[in-house]
């Protein structure tokens, strides 16, 4: 009986060693011997705390794909070349299932256990500013590729970079357009949800627009999960403004439109957050959809492309557009949606920071960063040296037009012309579209 104690025991101890044995050698990364005086082929792990259950689950997975894309990429392009090494990426992904509390155990447990120093974000700007302070902490990267507040990148932090437009800038190019096509448009309007990001998206936007000249004649908030707003748009109705900017999730969004319809506020132009860039915002609204626009991040459709970049003067670096789709469609049989190029972005410029400072310190790479420019597929690359915050690229404008949804702006990634003025809520209820 003792003996038999004894073995199981022994068992025990070699299954354990076994086991963790594996886990070590998972962790660490992995070196493919090379003949003398050839290169060093190398693993690189890129840590990946994302959301794949929970609210974000949708979003979360869509960026891992998007990741695992331009790994790939990179991986059959030659790697990231440092000195004699040549690394291919690997993503190391956890869970955070939507929590913050997860976030910031797997921060920390990529940067102590995994030894991984490049840390691609989770999605949201409310698990981006958890993840901030500890990836400072142990001074390993993260890149937001899901985070938008200014907010995060108003702490301080030296390690945090950002890879999407912030929340800022959701509006200015649409303002900007207006102001391309009409400099005589002056009143403008503001009516959006009181909720951290679309005040943050309006209050921008409006300091913006007073300098380009316009003048703001109305500007109400109304609190999340409002149903009727018109007694906020019978007001607005007699500000009688040309131009209006609104909006904050999908349902708040898609009942201001169907509301100044409800109401005939005509109007030359109109930009709401979110709902428009939604296929069910025209399953919904028909026919009174036709020219309203929205800001968005990205959109299957955007010019961005080698040929671009070349009459900038800027340097493409990943896959072709047509690459891109492919190779997403081919993984889970539909379109990527732009939390997918967004996070491709964020891997793409890592591997082009990392071969610029050619050297896998954080400190040094995010040096490199400091005047990094290049364009992929999402668009332009480029931060504030200060700060971390994204200055290159840009929001496209989507619009509603014959039933789809096209690029209105900017001109390097449209695929339409803006419709502009937009057709009055009279004209669309005798059926004319923006192409009629």
Not at 71 to 97: P, Q, R, S
Not at 110 to 126: C, E, M, N, Q, R
Request: hydrophobic letters at 40%; glycine letters at 8%; charged letters at 25%.
């Amino acid at each position: 009986m003792v003996k038999s104690k004894w073995l199981l025991a022994a068992i025990l101890v070699v299954t354990t060693a076994l086991i963790l044995g594996c886990a070590q050698q998972q962790q660490q990364p992995t070196t493919t011997p090379a003949p003398s005086g050839e290169e060093k082929v190398e693993t690189l792990y890129f840590g990946a705390p994302i959301s794949l259950s929970g609210k974000f689950a949708e979003e979360g997975k869509a960026s891992l794909e998007g990741m695992k894309i331009a790994a790939k990429w990179i991986n059959e392009h030659g790697g990231i070349k440092v000195g004699d090494v040549t690394y291919k990426i690997e993503i190391k992904a956890y869970d955070d299932e939507s929590k913050k509390e997860n976030v910031q155990s797997l921060i920390e447990r990529l940067a102590t256990v995994d030894k991984v120093k490049f840390i691609l974000a989770p999605y949201s700007s409310g698990l981006t500013l958890a993840a901030a302070p500890i990836a400072e902490k142990y001074q390993v990267l993260l890149n937001s590729h899901g985070g938008a507040s200014d907010y995060i990148f108003e702490q301080g932090y030296y390690y945090v970079v950002q890879t999407l437009s912030p929340a800022s800038r959701y509006q200015t190019g649409f303002l900007d357009m207006v102001k391309a096509i009409d400099p005589e448009a002056k009143r403008l309007a503001l009516v959006y949800e009181d909720g951290e990001f679309s005040r943050a998206v309006h209050e921008a936007a409006r300091e913006y627009a007073k300098q380009l000249g316009f003048e703001i004649v109305y500007e109400k908030t109304y609190p999340a999960g409002a149903t009727d707003l018109s007694p906020i748009l019978n007001e607005l109705k007699a500000a009688n403004p040309d131009v209006l900017i609104g909006g904050g999730h999908f349902a708040d969004g898609q009942l201001l439109a169907k509301q100044l319809a409800e109401l005939k506020i005509d109007l030359k132009a109109m930009s709401i957050l979110v709902a428009p860039t939604i296929p069910s915002f025209y399953e919904a609204l028909g026919n009174k959809a036709e020219g309203i626009a929205g800001p968005a991040q990205w959109e299957v459709g955007v010019k961005y492309s080698p040929e671009v970049a070349e009459k900038l003067g800027i340097e493409w670096y990943g896959p072709t557009q047509e690459e891109f789709l492919n190779a997403y469609k081919e993984a889970t049989g539909e379109e990527p949606p732009y939390q997918a190029a967004e996070a491709a972005a964020a891997v793409l410029s890592y591997a082009k920071a990392i071969e610029k400072a050619q050297s896998l310190d954080p400190a040094k790479v995010r040096e490199a960063m400091n005047d990094l420019e290049f364009m992929s597929v999402y668009g332009v690359w480029k931060i504030d040296p200060e700060t971390g915050k994204q200055v290159g690229h840009e929001m496209v404008i989507i619009q509603w037009q014959n039933g789809e949804k096209k690029i209105v702006w900017p001109e390097s990634a449209a695929n339409a012309e803006p419709c502009y003025p937009m057709p009055t809520w009279d004209e669309k209820e005798g059926g004319a579209t923006c192409g009629s």
